[in-house]
């Protein structure tokens, strides 16, 4: 008895569209007419894995953002354990609110994209002003203006590169 060829990956029907096929070209249950799904497609459901200089570069960034944070708290005086603990925290929620857009960018539609991406340089950027003790309208100023910013050129660069 004969056995069919597998297709190269490029012709193949995606796992997920293998249950639309005819009634009389249906195959058991669990089986796919070209084999199994495999872990890629898996994957993509579940968000992108990173890659050890990616997450390398999320933890500089914390801790790069952490240290600018305890030098403009500092303004110079000597440090003191609430500036480290500000840095730590500043630092770490920044790296964890980046990986997290990170892990899940590529399922967001490119405006949800651009705006996530906005508002999290807007909220960084406009903490770090407010720490050198200008107004909360000033600082909240500043972040709107960076954060809309960051939006219209991330929604043009989406927008002009994505299929």
């Given at each position: ?117 906005g508002t999290l340089t ?32 991330l929604f043009y660069l ?6």
């Amino acid at each position: 008895m004969a056995t069919p060829l597998r297709m190269p990956a490029h012709h193949r029907t995606p796992w997920h569209r293998a249950s639309r096929v005819s009634a009389r070209e249906r195959l058991p249950q669990g089986s796919s007419r070209y084999g199994p799904p495999h872990s890629r497609d898996r994957d993509r459901d579940r968000g992108h894995r990173l890659s050890p200089l990616a997450l390398g570069s999320l933890l500089l960034l914390g801790i790069g953002y952490g240290g600018y944070t305890s030098a403009i708290a500092r303004s110079g005086g000597a440090a003191t354990y609430r500036q480290l603990a500000l840095a730590l925290i500043s630092g770490a929620v920044l790296a964890a609110l980046t990986f997290a857009l990170v892990r899940v960018q590529h399922s967001l539609i490119r405006e949800v994209r651009a705006a996530a991406w906005g508002t999290l340089t807007g909220c960084a950027v406009g903490f770090l002003y407010s720490l050198t003790g200008q107004s909360v309208l000033l600082s909240t100023g500043i972040g709107l203006v960076l954060g809309v910013s960051a939006f219209l050129v991330l929604f043009y660069l989406y927008y002009t590169r994505e299929p």
